[in-house]
């Protein structure tokens, strides 16, 4: 009786939970986008499977009700679904897929039916959006900017693919960008009625790139309400392109009628994401006013269609807007901006410009109004992107509308995360995270990874990795510690512009102090079983740590990280950045350049490294990590280089992800276990 007892309660209970991994991460259900229909009741959203036998992504539609009901997947074609839209009519669901050998706009029923193609076009569509009549739609594609017309590229490629030679000759910057090679082509705006028709082209010789690269896409432009009037984000400088932030809104009629028109003929640093107000009365948009600074604060500007008349709602406020959308009433807008560690959502009052928090703990990444709230799609350090409901006020707090990984996270354990604070530079108050490992026991003595974030201009806060997740270490016996020194974003724009010209100096003063303070207030840290990892300015801090900070640390962990701060300027793509840090370029100001230069203290290394780049990062080139290598090899210290061939400034396929945390881990065990 009591072996049979026993038998049953074995078999009842819930099976053990197992320790996160990177095989748990990558197989992870990631949601990539979502619309929200224009009767608010229902959420259309593209969502990311990975399949490991391909070594890629595959991306479907799902659709689920307002309410969190409903449930359901839209497609199931062996290639990818992305980039939702509505029509007016809420009845179907524009989105683009390759189903017919490239990139086209198609159209699915919601009532039953199959999916029709609406688009034939010769080029690929790269983003796109429907006015709001349901009439027109406006697209990018790639074209040779003294093209016209779409069949002047495609004749042109196929011209080209016929030629032996593979001789590239450029006159002019950027020549590649991010891990892309030029060739000739720009991404312009074309609108085509949705019925078939002529092709508009709406940028005709314009040497810019609209949605810009290489991140942008359908945030980049938008259509007035009545239908007549497309306002898009270009960066039209010439020859300056390669050191100019000077983005600007541009508006053309949506027939094509006249040549574009500049906007913001006055700022010239960044203007991006406009948005119209319900009425087409309004225009707001994102702007910078420091020319040649990325990381400048985004104001969120309003203008008067009518009579041009522009101003600033957030002067007051010390925070960078981003993600704007309207109220349903014209009466406020509501944004995300880092804060403190988070990413929140907050609303500002057009008319006075006070700005409301509405949530702050977490991650929003994406957000719509409709008449009942906001939907948003939310993450934090213990949870990935999931869909959400909000009140308007942020009251009742956010309500789960899908759980698209819940069979996975109630199979692994996660670490418990903590915000602290500490005095850093100056006195002045600085933040970090660190989270404990799975299975704490506070009695036990656990290894250290000090994750150091890149940027500069960034952040480790409350948010689901899929690159760099506290997580994977914190499964693997480690405490995570992450410190938002200064220069990180969501704690003032005074903060944010310390570290320019000074990389090696409050930076590191706050990741010693930052240190030190974790050491104290957790005493189950082992002090003596310590690694440091960074990517890309976190790589560029690993290497100048080796030089002046190597004294706690066991390993260090350096991915695509500058060795040589006068050379990564010449090698570079976006100008403005270095020069902007650096207060000009190395012929005009040498001395900062070499102010804080890893490589003017190799003689000084001795800690053993781990070395890790992408061939096709073209912002932080492959030789400062064959560089960087070479003379860990040369002085004979313990390191090895991990080498992507195929990979940019981030690790992305699948297996490769896969090494990267293998080969990583095994380095931090070898010296700290």
């Given at each position: 009786m009591i072996a049979s007892l026993l038998v049953v309660a074995l078999a009842a209970a819930p099976a053990a939970k197992k320790p996160y991994t990177v095989q748990a991460q990558v197989a992870l259900k990631r949601i990539a986008g979502f619309r929200v229909s224009p009767g608010g009741d229902k959420v259309v959203f593209s969502l990311r499977s990975t399949d490991l036998e391909a070594n890629k992504g595959r991306v479907d539609l799902w659709l689920v009700n307002a309410d969190g009901s409903g449930l359901k997947q839209l497609t199931t074609n062996e290639g990818n679904e992305t980039d939702?839209?509505?029509?007016?009519?809420?009845?179907?669901?524009?989105?683009?897929?390759?189903?017919?050998?490239?990139?086209?706009?198609?159209?699915?029923?919601?009532?039953?039916?199959?999916?029709?193609?609406?688009?034939?076009?010769?080029?690929?569509?790269d983003a796109y959006i429907v006015s709001p009549d349901g009439q027109t739609v406006v697209f990018a594609s790639e074209v040779f900017v003294d093209c016209d017309t779409l069949e002047c590229t495609a004749k042109r490629l196929a011209e080209k693919s016929k030629v032996k030679s593979s001789a590239q000759l450029y006159d002019g910057l950027m020549f590649r960008h991010w891990d892309t090679w030029k060739d000739g082509r720009r991404a312009h705006l074309f609108?085509?009625?949705l019925s078939g028709g002529p092709v508009v082209?709406?940028?005709?010789?314009?040497?810019?790139?609209?949605?810009?690269?290489?991140?942008?896409?359908?945030?980049?432009?938008?259509?007035?309400?009545?239908?007549?009037?497309?306002?898009y984000v270009a960066r039209d400088v010439g020859r300056e392109e390669a050191w100019s932030t000077d983005l600007d809104l541009f508006s053309v009629p949506l027939d094509g009628s006249k040549a574009p028109t500049k906007l913001t003929t006055t700022n010239r640093a960044t203007d991006g994401i406009p948005v119209f107000s319900p009425d087409g009365k309004t225009l707001a948009y994102v702007a910078m006013s420091k020319p040649k600074f990325e990381a400048d604060k985004l104001r969120v500007m309003v203008r008067d269609l009518a009579t041009g008349k522009e101003r600033s709602l957030t002067d007051a406020w010390d925070r960078s807007a981003s993600t704007l959308a309207w109220s349903k009433d014209g009466k406020s807008i509501f944004v995300t901006a880092d804060d403190l560690g988070q990413h929140g959502v907050f609303s500002i009052d057009v008319t006075s410009g006070q700005v409301t928090k509405v949530i702050s703990d977490g991650n929003v990444s994406a957000l719509e109004v409709t008449a009942n709230g906001l939907i948003v799609l939310h993450d934090s350090l213990v949870s990935a992107a999931d869909i959400y409901s909000l009140a308007v006020d942020g009251k009742g707090g956010l309500k789960k509308l899908t759980d698209v990984n819940a069979a996975a996270f109630a199979s692994f354990s996660l670490g418990a995360p903590e915000q602290f604070s500490f005095k850093g530079w100056?006195?002045?108050?600085?933040?970090?995270?660190?989270?404990?490992?799975?299975?704490?026991?506070?009695?036990?003595?656990?290894?250290?990874?000090?994750l150091i974030h890149g940027g500069p201009q960034g952040s480790f806060g409350n948010h689901w990795h899929y690159r760099w997740n506290a997580q994977t270490y914190a499964a693997r016996g480690y405490v995570a510690v992450?410190?938002?020194?200064?220069?990180?974003?969501?704690?003032?724009?005074?903060?944010?512009?310390?570290?320019?010209?000074?990389?090696?100096?409050?930076?590191?003063?706050?990741?010693?102090?930052?240190?030190?303070?974790?050491?104290?207030?957790?005493?189950?840290?082992?002090?003596?079983?310590?690694?440091?990892?960074?990517?890309?300015?976190?790589?560029?801090?690993?290497?100048?740590?080796?030089?002046?900070?190597s004294?706690?640390?066991?390993?260090l962990v350096s991915h695509d990280g500058n060795l040589d701060e006068r050379f990564a300027y010449f090698d570079t793509e976006e100008l403005w950045f270095p020069e902007w840090e650096h207060g000009g370029t190395p012929w005009e100001n040498p001395a900062s350049y070499a102010k804080h230069n890893p490589i003017d203290h190799v003689a000084k290394w001795k800690t053993p490294m781990l070395v890790v780049h992408g061939g096709k990062d073209f912002r932080v080139v492959e030789t400062h990590g064959m560089s960087t290598f070479t003379a860990l090899q040369r002085k004979g210290i313990p390191s090895k280089f991990l080498y992507f061939p195929d990979e940019n400034h981030w690790v992305l396929k699948p297996h490769n992800s896969i090494v990267w945390h293998e080969t990583v881990n095994a380095w931090l065990d070898q010296w700290t276990k």
């Amino acid at each position: 009786m009591i072996a049979s007892l026993l038998v049953v309660a074995l078999a009842a209970a819930p099976a053990a939970k197992k320790p996160y991994t990177v095989q748990a991460q990558v197989a992870l259900k990631r949601i990539a986008g979502f619309r929200v229909s224009p009767g608010g009741d229902k959420v259309v959203f593209s969502l990311r499977s990975t399949d490991l036998e391909a070594n890629k992504g595959r991306v479907d539609l799902w659709l689920v009700n307002a309410d969190g009901s409903g449930l359901k997947q839209l497609t199931t074609n062996e290639g990818n679904e992305t980039d939702p839209s509505w029509a007016p009519d809420g009845k179907s669901v524009y989105f683009l897929a390759a189903r017919s050998g490239s990139n086209q706009l198609w159209r699915l029923p919601l009532e039953g039916g199959e999916a029709t193609q609406v688009t034939k076009l010769p080029l690929d569509v790269d983003a796109y959006i429907v006015s709001p009549d349901g009439q027109t739609v406006v697209f990018a594609s790639e074209v040779f900017v003294d093209c016209d017309t779409l069949e002047c590229t495609a004749k042109r490629l196929a011209e080209k693919s016929k030629v032996k030679s593979s001789a590239q000759l450029y006159d002019g910057l950027m020549f590649r960008h991010w891990d892309t090679w030029k060739d000739g082509r720009r991404a312009h705006l074309f609108a085509q009625k949705l019925s078939g028709g002529p092709v508009v082209n709406l940028q005709k010789k314009q040497n810019a790139d609209s949605p810009s690269k290489p991140f942008g896409g359908a945030e980049d432009f938008t259509i007035s309400p009545d239908g007549k009037t497309l306002v898009y984000v270009a960066r039209d400088v010439g020859r300056e392109e390669a050191w100019s932030t000077d983005l600007d809104l541009f508006s053309v009629p949506l027939d094509g009628s006249k040549a574009p028109t500049k906007l913001t003929t006055t700022n010239r640093a960044t203007d991006g994401i406009p948005v119209f107000s319900p009425d087409g009365k309004t225009l707001a948009y994102v702007a910078m006013s420091k020319p040649k600074f990325e990381a400048d604060k985004l104001r969120v500007m309003v203008r008067d269609l009518a009579t041009g008349k522009e101003r600033s709602l957030t002067d007051a406020w010390d925070r960078s807007a981003s993600t704007l959308a309207w109220s349903k009433d014209g009466k406020s807008i509501f944004v995300t901006a880092d804060d403190l560690g988070q990413h929140g959502v907050f609303s500002i009052d057009v008319t006075s410009g006070q700005v409301t928090k509405v949530i702050s703990d977490g991650n929003v990444s994406a957000l719509e109004v409709t008449a009942n709230g906001l939907i948003v799609l939310h993450d934090s350090l213990v949870s990935a992107a999931d869909i959400y409901s909000l009140a308007v006020d942020g009251k009742g707090g956010l309500k789960k509308l899908t759980d698209v990984n819940a069979a996975a996270f109630a199979s692994f354990s996660l670490g418990a995360p903590e915000q602290f604070s500490f005095k850093g530079w100056n006195d002045e108050t600085v933040y970090g995270y660190l989270v404990k490992p799975v299975g704490f026991d506070a009695k036990k003595k656990y290894p250290l990874a000090f994750l150091i974030h890149g940027g500069p201009q960034g952040s480790f806060g409350n948010h689901w990795h899929y690159r760099w997740n506290a997580q994977t270490y914190a499964a693997r016996g480690y405490v995570a510690v992450m410190i938002d020194f200064h220069g990180s974003t969501g704690y003032g724009q005074a903060f944010t512009d310390s570290i320019s010209g000074d990389w090696g100096g409050k930076p590191l003063e706050d990741l010693q102090k930052g240190l030190a303070a974790a050491l104290s207030k957790y005493p189950f840290i082992d002090k003596n079983k310590m690694c440091a990892l960074g990517a890309s300015y976190g790589g560029f801090m690993v290497n100048w740590i080796a030089g002046n900070w190597s004294e706690p640390w066991k390993c260090l962990v350096s991915h695509d990280g500058n060795l040589d701060e006068r050379f990564a300027y010449f090698d570079t793509e976006e100008l403005w950045f270095p020069e902007w840090e650096h207060g000009g370029t190395p012929w005009e100001n040498p001395a900062s350049y070499a102010k804080h230069n890893p490589i003017d203290h190799v003689a000084k290394w001795k800690t053993p490294m781990l070395v890790v780049h992408g061939g096709k990062d073209f912002r932080v080139v492959e030789t400062h990590g064959m560089s960087t290598f070479t003379a860990l090899q040369r002085k004979g210290i313990p390191s090895k280089f991990l080498y992507f061939p195929d990979e940019n400034h981030w690790v992305l396929k699948p297996h490769n992800s896969i090494v990267w945390h293998e080969t990583v881990n095994a380095w931090l065990d070898q010296w700290t276990k």
